[in-house]
C-alpha cells in the first residue's frame, strides 16, 4: 500500500492502526472498571446503602403508643389515660409562617409572637409547638391544614383516684415514661411500642407534594393488675389519715397483707400527694412524698419483733433443743438484766407484781423486754441468726418493687452480748416495715414465707393475660405447729394484753405492738417515738394481716394506745367490705 | 499489505488511491449512525437534565423548567454548530491550529482577570458576559486538538524526534497550568491525558513516549499533594463516612443514589436523590441520578451508546485518507472517551470526586455546544472519507 497517503508521512498504516486499537482498548479497560463498580454498587450494595438513605428521605412524627392501665384485684381503675395530642411544626416546611400562628395561637389560646417565633425557628428541624392540647384545639388546626404543622397523639396519664396509694402506683415523667413505682418497675410492660407517621422530605424537611407519609401503627402498652383491693386501700387511708391527724404524727404508715401468699392488698404512705398535680417544681418534696417508706425506709421495730423471738424460741423447743425454753418456763421478775456489764430495764417498772412469774404467754401479753432478752441469749447467737436469715432479715423480700431497702443488721461474728440481747425484743436492729409485716405473716400462716407481690397479671386490652405471677414460696421459717402456738399466744395480747384496742367480737384478731424510741445522730431523741402494731385475723386461719405504724405521734405514744385501734378499724373495715361473717357464723 | 483489521468496517482505506486528490469532489452522506447516536445522546441528555434539575430550580428559581430551558437552548445552538460544521471542507482548520491554540490561552488567561471571572464554590472557572457564562477550559481542549493535529499534520516528521512534539508539549502544559490554577484538578487531569493520548496516537517513538509518560505519572502525587484539599478529598474517597457532612458528603449522596438505582431503577423522573440531597445533581452529578431513575441497566445501555459513539469515531479516524482528519477525529473522540470515563469513575467512587461534566448529558451550555460542534467535526470528516471511498470504489 506505498500509495496510501498515511503511508506517505513515514509511518507504517499497521502503526497508527495498532494505536488506535491499544486506545480503545484502554477506553473499553477503563469502561469495565466502572461499569464493575456500578454493579456493585447497583446490585450487591444497594440493600445497606438503601437502609442508610432511608434515614435522610424522611422526617417522622412520633405516634405514641397507649400506656397500659393500671387496676387493681377487682379491675378498678387506678391509672388511665385521657386522649390529647402534641403539636409539632417543622419551619423549613411552613409556607405561610404568619397565618399559620394566627390558626395556632387562636386554637391553642397562646400568643401570635410565640407561636410565630416557633414557626420560623429555622434552626431547628422539628419544634414542639405543644405537647399536649385538648382534641378540640387539635381538630381547629386540623380543618385549616397548615402546612409544616402536624399533629400526633400523646395521651395524658390519669389517676382517678388522685393520691390513692400514690408512691405504690408511681408518676410518669413528660413522655410518658415510668418514673417511680409500679409506673417505672413495669414501665417495660406499660409503655407498649411507639409508631411513628414518616414524611417524605427534601433535604431540608419540605415535604414532597404528592409523597403519601408511611403510617407505622403504635403497639399499645399492656396492663397490669395489682394484688392492691381499691376498697381495702382506700379504707386504711382513711383510717391512717386519721391517725395522722389525731395523733399531729409526722408520719403515718400501714400494709394490708394477705399471709396466705403475701399479695400486698394495701400499702400507705402519709402524707402523700396527688398523682394527677405532681409538685415536679420542688424536687425534694417530691422526693420524700413519693418515696414509699414501706419499702425503701428501715427503722427499730421495737416489740413486734419479739414475734419472732418467740417464733424461734418455740420451734427450737419443739425441734427439742435443750436450749430454747419451754413455754412453761416461768421468767425471773426481775425488772433488769445485766449483760456484758451493760444493764437492760424493762419499760414497766415491775411494782405491785406487774410483770411477776411470766411463761412466754404472758411476756407477750406484757411486752415484758427482760424475758426477750432471755430468750435470745438462750438460743445463741448462731440459732437466733439463723431465724433472722430465715425471716430474712438483711435481705431483699424480692417485692416488684423498685428500691427495696434490705435493713440493717449487726454482723454476727463481732456482735456484742449487749447489742445481741436487745436484738431479742426490737432494739439494735432496723428493719423494713415490709419485712416485719412479712416476718409475722410467715409466723401465723404455719411458717410459710412467700415473696411479696404487687401485681397478679399482665394482661391486654382484649382480656388475654400474657403473664400471671404466682405465689412465689420463698421458704419456711418455723413449722405448722410453731406458728399455730404463737397465734394463740398472739391472740391472747388482743384478747387480754397490751393489743386490747384491736380486739373485735368474734372475729378472733391476734397481734402485737411496738412502741420503740427514735435514734437521732446516735442518740436517744427525747419525745420522738415510733408506735405500730401488727395483728391478723382470722388466728385460726389468718387472712389479712394489717401493721400499722405512726410516726412521732405527739401526746400519747404507746403502741397499745395510739397504733392498735387504727389495726381495728381496718379490720372492720375490711370486715364490712368483705362482708365477713363471725367466727362460727361463716 | 498484511493487516489484521480491528476495524473490519473500514476495508475502504484498502481501496484508497492517491490518484484522487483529497481535496477534490463532494462529500458523501458520513456515518448517519454516528450523527444519529450523538444527538439522541444530548437530547437523553435534555431530558435527565430536567428531572435532575426539576426540584432544585422550582426551590432556586421558582421555575422547575429554569435548567431544562437553558439546556434545550444549548442544544439547539449545538445542533446549529453541529450542522454547520459539517459542511465545512475540515482541511481549512488546519491553518486555525495556532489562533485556535491562543484564543484558548487568551480565554484561560482572561478568567483571572478581575470582573470577567466568575468564582462558583471556591473556584474561578468561568468568564461573565452578562446573562452568558462561558467555560474556557471547554473551549480549551478542543483549541488543544486543533493545534496539535494543525502542527503534527504540517509536517509528520515533527514526530520522530522529541524537539518536535516540544511545542505541542508545552501548549497542552500550558493549557494545564492555566485551568490547575483556577482550579480545577479534573479538566487538567483530561487535558494531560488528552495530550498524552494524542501524542501516542500520532505515533511519536515509543523512546520519546517514556520521556514524556514519566513525569507526567510523577507530577500526579505532586499534584495532589501539593493543595490540601486534593488530599482531604481523597481520605474522603477512601472512607466517606468517616466526614459524612462534609469531604464525605457528595460521595455519599452519590452512591445513595446508585444504591437506590438497584437494577431497573426508580423509574423516569423518579429519583429520590435529586431532592436536594444530591449536590451538582444536573450536572457533574447527572450520572448519579441516571444511575438511580434508569438503574443498573440504564447505565450499561447509557455507556453501550457512548461507546458506540468513541468507537464509530475511531473507526472514521481509521478511515481517514489524511493525517490531519486522523489526529483531529481520535483527538475529538478521545477527549469525549477520557472525560465520560473519568465522569463514571468520579460517581461511582472509583477516583476522588472531582468537577467534570458528563459530555453531551450534563447540564452546562459550553460543553454541549463545543462537543457537539466537535462531534459534528468528526461527522464532516467521514463524509469525507465516504467521498473517497465511493471514488475508489468505482474505479
Redesign the interface.
Known amino acids: ?1 506505498e ?4 503511508n ?4 507504517s ?5 495498532k ?6 482498548a484502554a ?2 479497560f ?2 469495565c ?3 464493575g ?3 456493585y ?3 450487591l ?6 437502609y ?2 432511608i434515614d ?2 424522611t422526617r417522622e412524627i412520633p405516634v405514641n403508643a397507649g400506656r397500659g392501665k393500671i387496676v387493681d384485684r377487682n379491675g378498678e381503675l387506678l391509672a388511665g389515660n385521657r386522649a390529647m395530642y402534641g403539636v409539632y411544626a417543622r419551619a423549613s416546611a411552613v409556607e405561610d409562617a404568619e397565618n399559620g400562628a394566627r390558626i395556632l395561637a387562636g386554637a391553642l389560646g397562646t400568643s401570635y409572637e410565640s407561636m410565630l417565633e416557633k414557626l420560623t425557628d429555622k434552626a431547628k428541624s422539628e419544634i414542639v409547638v405543644v405537647r399536649r392540647t385538648e382534641k378540640s384545639a387539635v381538630e381547629q388546626i386540623a380543618k385549616t391544614e397548615i402546612a409544616g404543622v402536624y399533629y400526633a397523639r400523646n395521651d395524658a396519664r390519669v389517676y382517678p383516684y388522685g393520691a390513692l396509694a400514690s408512691q405504690v402506683l408511681g408518676f410518669t415523667a413528660y413522655d410518658n415514661s415510668g418514673t417511680t413505682g409500679i409506673e417505672r418497675y413495669y414501665d417495660s410492660y406499660l409503655k407498649g411500642q411507639s409508631g411513628e407517621i414518616l414524611f ?5 424537611g ?1 415535604d ?1 407534594k404528592g409523597a403519601s407519609a408511611a403510617y407505622l401503627p403504635a403497639t399499645d402498652g399492656l396492663n397490669v393488675k395489682l394484688t392492691l383491693d381499691y376498697r381495702i386501700q382506700a379504707l386504711t387511708e382513711q383510717v391512717m389519715e386519721r391517725a395522722l391527724a389525731e395523733n399531729n404524727a409526722k408520719a403515718a404508715r400501714a400494709i394490708v397483707l394477705d399471709p396466705r401468699d403475701f399479695s400486698v392488698l394495701a400499702m400507705v404512705n402519709l402524707p402523700a400527694y396527688d398523682l394527677n398535680d405532681v409538685p415536679r417544681g420542688e424536687p425534694d418534696l417530691l422526693n420524700a412524698l413519693s418515696r414509699n417508706c414501706l419499702v425503701s425506709d428501715v427503722y427499730e421495730p421495737g416489740s413486734t419483733f419479739k414475734i419472732v423471738t418467740a417464733a424461734a424460741d418455740i420451734e427450737e423447743y419443739l425441734k427439742g433443743n435443750p436450749a430454747a425454753l419451754a413455754p412453761t418456763h416461768i421468767f425471773p421478775s426481775s425488772r433488769t438484766r445485766s449483760v456484758d456489764g451493760t444493764t437492760i430495764k424493762c419499760w414497766s417498772d415491775h411494782k405491785n407484781g406487774k410483770h411477776a412469774n411470766q411463761t412466754l404467754k404472758e411476756a407477750l401479753n406484757n411486752s415484758c423486754n427482760p424475758c426477750f432478752v432471755d430468750l435470745a441469749l438462750a438460743l445463741g447467737k448462731e440459732t437466733f441468726y439463723d431465724y433472722l436469715a430465715a425471716f430474712r432479715f438483711g435481705r431483699a423480700t424480692g417485692i416488684d418493687f423498685s428500691g427495696e431497702a434490705i435493713g440493717m443488721l449487726l454482723p454476727e461474728s463481732s456482735l456484742r452480748d449487749c447489742d445481741f440481747a436487745r436484738i431479742g425484743f426490737g432494739q439494735s436492729i432496723a428493719v423494713t416495715p415490709l419485712q416485719l409485716a412479712c416476718a409475722a405473716a410467715s409466723a401465723v400462716n404455719g411458717g410459710y414465707y412467700y415473696a411479696p407481690r404487687l401485681v397478679s397479671e399482665i394482661f391486654s386490652d382484649d382480656g388475654y393475660v400474657s403473664e400471671r405471677v404466682k405465689p412465689a414460696l420463698i421458704g419456711r421459717t418455723v413449722s405448722e405447729q410453731a406458728s399455730a402456738m404463737l397465734t394463740e399466744m398472739l391472740e391472747g395480747v388482743v384478747r387480754d394484753g397490751s393489743g386490747k384496742k384491736a380486739y373485735i367480737e368474734s372475729y378472733r384478731v391476734a397481734g402485737k405492738t411496738g412502741t420503740a424510741q427514735k435514734y437521732e445522730n446516735g442518740a436517744i431523741a427525747q419525745g420522738k417515738y415510733v408506735s405500730s402494731f401488727v395483728g391478723c385475723f382470722p388466728a385460726n386461719a389468718p387472712r389479712y394481716l394489717a401493721l400499722v405504724i405512726v410516726d412521732e405521734p405527739q401526746g400519747s405514744y404507746y403502741g397499745s394506745s395510739v397504733a392498735a385501734p387504727c389495726a381495728r378499724e381496718i379490720f372492720s373495715g375490711i370486715i364490712d367490705v368483705m362482708q365477713l361473717q363471725p367466727e362460727g357464723g361463716v | ?1 498484511k ?1 489484521s483489521s ?2 473490519p468496517a473500514a476495508e475502504g ?2 481501496k ?4 484522487f486528490p ?1 481535496a477534490e469532489g463532494k462529500a458523501g452522506r458520513g456515518d448517519l449512525l454516528f450523527l444519529i447516536a450523538v444527538v439522541v445522546l444530548a437530547a437523553y441528555g435534555v431530558v435527565c437534565v430536567y428531572s435532575a434539575s426539576c ?1 432544585n430550580a422550582e ?1 432556586q428559581y421558582g421555575d422547575s423548567l429554569y435548567f431544562f430551558k437553558k439546556q434545550l437552548v444549548g442544544f439547539a445552538v449545538g445542533l446549529a454548530a453541529m450542522a454547520a460544521i459539517a459542511f465545512l471542507d475540515y482541511r481549512r482548520l488546519q491553518k486555525i491550529g495556532i489562533p485556535a491554540l491562543i484564543l484558548s490561552l487568551v480565554l484561560l488567561a482572561l478568567v483571572f482577570v478581575p470582573g470577567l471571572g466568575k468564582s462558583n464554590y471556591g473556584a474561578t472557572r468561568w468568564l461573565g458576559f452578562g446573562a452568558f457564562t462561558v467555560q474556557p477550559s471547554e473551549i480549551a481542549k478542543y483549541g488543544f486538538i486543533l493545534f496539535t493535529a494543525g502542527y503534527f499534520a504540517k509536517d ?2 515533527r ?2 524526534t522529541l524537539t518536535g512534539v516540544l511545542p505541542v508539549l508545552g501548549g497542552g502544559i500550558a493549557i494545564c497550568v492555566l485551568i490547575m490554577l483556577e482550579p480545577n484538578m479534573s479538566v487538567t487531569m483530561c487535558v494531560g491525558a488528552l495530550m498524552v ?1 494524542m501524542i ?2 500520532g ?1 511519536v517513538s515509543k523512546k520519546a513516549l517514556c520521556a514524556i509518560c514519566v513525569p507526567v505519572l510523577f507530577l500526579v502525587p505532586v499534584l495532589i499533594v501539593a493543595e490540601p484539599y486534593r488530599l482531604q478529598r481523597l481520605s474522603a474517597f477512601v472512607d466517606p463516612w468517616a466526614s459524612p457532612k462534609a469531604e464525605g458528603y457528595q460521595l455519599i449522596q452519590s ?2 443514589a ?6 431497573f431503577g426508580t423509574g423516569l423522573f423518579r429519583s ?2 435529586k ?3 444530591l449536590p451538582f445533581s444536573e450536572s457533574d452529578f447527572i450520572l448519579s441520578v441516571i ?1 438511580e431513575e434508569t ?2 441497566l440504564g ?2 445501555l447509557l ?1 453501550a451508546l457512548i ?1 458506540f459513539i ?2 464509530r469515531g ?1 473507526r472514521i ?2 478511515a481517514c ?3 490531519y482528519g ?1 489526529m483531529l477525529v ?1 483527538g475529538i473522540t ?1 477527549v469525549f ?2 472525560q465520560s ?1 473519568l465522569n ?2 468520579v460517581v ?3 477516583i476522588p470526586p472531582t468537577g467534570l461534566p458528563l459530555p453531551l448529558v450534563s447540564a452546562g451550555n459550553t460543553s454541549l455546544i463545543v462537543t457537539m460542534a466537535g462531534m459534528g467535526l468528526v461527522y464532516c470528516v467521514s463524509r469525507h472519507n465516504e467521498r473517497r471511498k465511493f471514488i475508489g470504489y468505482t474505479n
Open positions: 500500500m500509495d496510501n497517503i498515511i506517505k508521512t513515514g509511518f498504516l499497521s502503526v497508527l492502526q494505536r488506535l486499537f491499544a486506545v480503545l477506553i473499553t477503563l469502561f472498571i466502572f461499569l463498580r456500578f454493579f454498587i447497583q446490585l450494595w444497594e440493600d445497606e446503602l438503601h442508610r438513605a435522610q428521605w417524605e422530605t427534601d433535604l431540608v419540605v414532597l | 499489505m493487516r480491528a476495524f482505506t484498502l484508497r488511491s492517491s490518484a483529497a426540584y426551590v509528520p516528521a514526530m520522530r493520548g501516542f496516537l505515533g452512591l445513595y446508585l444504591g437506590n438505582g438497584k437494577f429520590r436523590q431532592y436536594r440531597f444511575a438503574g443498573f447505565v450499561l455507556f461507546f468513541v468507537y475511531f479516524a481509521n485518507d489524511n493525517f486522523y481520535s478521545l472517551a477520557v470515563a463514571a469513575l461511582s467512587g472509583c
